[in-house]
């Protein structure tokens, strides 16, 4: 898709040629886990170490192991005849579940050992070694710690040291910086989120999009712009042969930026009962007429990870006049009708008739449609028309039209709604790519004019349509200039369970400018109000398998059967190019209490080979320091 205007040949090699390295911040505070988790807050009462009872590193378990641990040090003692010192032992034993404890005992660092004691301040370290060093063999089995604790409390002292003295106990207590919203998501001195990333997938080519099949499975699909769709499991292999393979028929080149290809998938509600699914590519007819198809397929009777290839019924077939603006999003809403959105068909300005393409309800380009394919009309067509669509009675438009007006929608969601009050739930969220001026977030309502090409964002861009009396446009709920990116890529509202911070924000990017950024919904007013989003530096994101750098090009956002958020970008955007990845957002300064997101998983039955998931990122990363 990649461009929404042309650009000379050298600007785009030189643009694309660079990989984007997130700039780090400067260093900050962060809570961490020993497990190199974010913390918690427990779902249950602690008993022993009540202090972090409201948000800490130990769930009720690890609360018990600790506990048990201590009392058998207690006999230990009193058999032996020595003082108790019973408070600073279970303080000490306690900053496992410190929500730095991580920092306390020094695990940052995954290519060197964690401690077996904290991290303690001088102070309090040479106070616990006149009163308590004889239980430090019932702490540790280090010798050295034992036999400095005998002996020499100096350097005993200065092996429990930490470099960082905020993060030694019990300074970590009382350090304002760390206590201070301790368990929010995190901003700089901009308050741009941080957030981190893992990677999910990689050596991919011009990855489009990625969904899952909503049967329990949690398989996840990823289509590349060529025509190949692949299974990749829970445990991130992924399956040898390809789900589907339509490369013989899309039409894609090597050109950088080719919009051309195959650029939407949707799995029907039933998909589990029915195995159907929807797919939406370009093709070319004789060489030269060229159009977007929306066909019906099936999966395969005897292989649940392969789509049967003689299945295929044609739904709908629209001519596109230009290569560019191709649209391509499909997806089911919750009322189980097939929302298309389709792009204005080209070139620029929509210079397609009087008013172009997208301002016309009687052509399908510009458009999102909506059809019921559970249904078939009398005049033969493979889909009916839902009897709740707008325009039924309108003999000047398409009965498949839901809503118009808009450009080149690229990547649209469906709002799953907040788990709790299920507010939200419904809702369409689409960016619109922008002319040469803004870029827009819409939502989609039936029958909604979203203004193009009166409109680009808030802004008139045809003067005279503008001013029409009749226009009676729906405003974006969120629109930025080409100062910030050129190119939007629309997201979702994080509904998952695993970054509870981030709930109700509608998370989305700049495919041009690799921007990532996201709203925050004021409810009483129901407007949006812009969120930066950025990566943690390079401290909080160092533990293993977290990333704080991307690719440049944001391809497209999405979402796992749990409601996860990742998003596809790639360090060069042509289709024939093995460097998309996929990455997965996590916050580092909070997660759900460990078992909290526990999802049920049907299991999957796999007849071919599978891929092992080998991670690259970090690799690559550090090769480019090296190099630089």
Excluded at 93 to 121: F, I, K, N, W
Excluded at 283 to 299: A, D, H, P, Y
Excluded at 533 to 545: E, I, L, N, R
């Amino acid at each position: 898709r990649m461009y929404c205007y042309t650009r000379p040949l050298p600007e785009l090699l030189l643009i694309v040629s660079v990989m984007l390295l997130v700039t780090v911040q400067p260093a900050s505070a962060h809570p961490q886990c020993l497990d190199f988790e974010p913390p918690f807050k427990p779902q249950w009462h602690l008993e022993f170490c009540v202090e972090y009872e409201q948000f800490g590193c130990c769930d009720q378990q690890t609360d018990n192991t600790i506990a048990e641990r201590y009392w058998d040090i207690i006999d230990q003692l009193e058999v032996a005849g020595y003082d108790l010192c019973a408070d600073m032992l279970k303080d000490i034993m306690c900053q496992e579940c410190s929500p730095y404890a991580a920092h306390l005992y020094d695990a940052e660092d995954p290519y060197t050992p964690v401690r077996e004691l904290p991290g303690l301040c001088s102070g309090y370290c040479y106070e616990f070694h006149g009163k308590c060093r004889h239980v430090v063999k019932y702490l540790t089995e280090n010798k050295l710690l034992q036999d400095t604790s005998e002996r020499d409390v100096s350097t005993f002292c200065s092996l429990l040291d930490l470099s960082d003295q905020d993060y030694c106990y019990p300074n970590v207590l009382k350090t304002s910086v760390l206590n201070n919203k301790l368990g929010k998501v995190a901003e700089d001195t901009t308050g741009c989120l941080k957030l981190c990333l893992t990677e999910v997938a990689n050596n991919l080519r011009n990855p489009v999009l990625m969904l899952h099949s909503g049967d329990d499975t949690h398989r996840m699909f990823i289509a590349e712009q060529l025509g190949f769709v692949w299974v990749y499991l829970r445990d991130g292999s992924r399956l040898e042969q390809p789900f589907l393979d339509l490369s013989g028929e899309v039409i894609t080149t090597a050109w950088l930026g080719d919009e051309r290809g195959f650029l939407g998938m949707a799995f029907h509600p039933k998909y589990r009962v029915n195995g159907r699914f929807f797919i939406y590519y370009s093709i070319q007819v004789n060489s030269k007429l060229e159009k977007v198809r929306i066909s019906e397929m099936k999966v395969s009777a005897y292989d649940m990870n392969t789509a049967d290839p003689s299945s295929e019924r044609v739904i709908l077939e629209i001519e596109e006049p230009a290569a560019n603006h191709n649209g391509g999003q499909l997806l089911f809403g919750l009322d189980g009708y097939l929302y298309i959105f389709t792009g204005d068909g080209g070139k620029a300005g929509d210079p397609f008739g009087k008013y172009g393409n997208a301002q016309n309800k009687s052509a399908l380009l510009g458009k999102v449609l909506r059809i019921d394919v559970d249904g078939s009309d009398s005049g033969g067509k493979p889909y009916s028309i839902p009897p709740d669509n707008p325009f039924p009675d309108d003999p000047g438009a398409r009965p498949e039209v839901y809503a118009y007006g808009v450009r080149n929608m690229w990547r649209c969601s469906v709002d799953r709604g907040d788990q709790v009050s299920g507010h939200g739930r419904g809702r369409i969220f689409c960016g619109d790519v922008g002319q040469n001026r803004y870029e827009e977030v819409d939502i989609i309502v039936k029958g909604g004019n979203y203004g193009w090409r009166a409109k680009e964002g808030f802004e008139c861009y045809d003067v005279k349509l503008c001013y029409n009396s009749s226009l009676n446009d729906i405003l974006p709920i969120f629109a930025y200039s080409h100062h910030v990116g050129k190119s939007v890529t629309g997201g979702y509202v994080y509904r998952g369970c695993e970054s509870p911070n981030l709930n109700g924000l509608y998370i989305f990017g700049d495919f041009m400018s690799g921007r990532i950024m996201a709203l925050e919904e004021e409810k009483s007013t129901e407007s949006w109000k812009e969120r930066s989003v950025c990566m943690g530096d390079k401290k909080t994101c160092s533990f293993p398998g977290l990333i704080n750098q991307y690719h440049k090009f944001i391809i497209s956002f999405a979402e796992d059967e749990a409601g996860e958020l990742y998003f596809l970008a790639t360090s060069y955007p042509g289709a024939m190019s093995p460097h998309g990845t996929v990455f997965k957002f996590m916050d580092p300064s909070r997660r759900a209490p460990p078992g909290k997101c526990k999802q049920k998983q049907l299991p999957v039955k796999v007849r071919g080979k599978k891929v092992p998931f080998v991670p690259r990122e970090r690799k690559l990363l550090q090769l480019t320091f090296i190099l630089l």
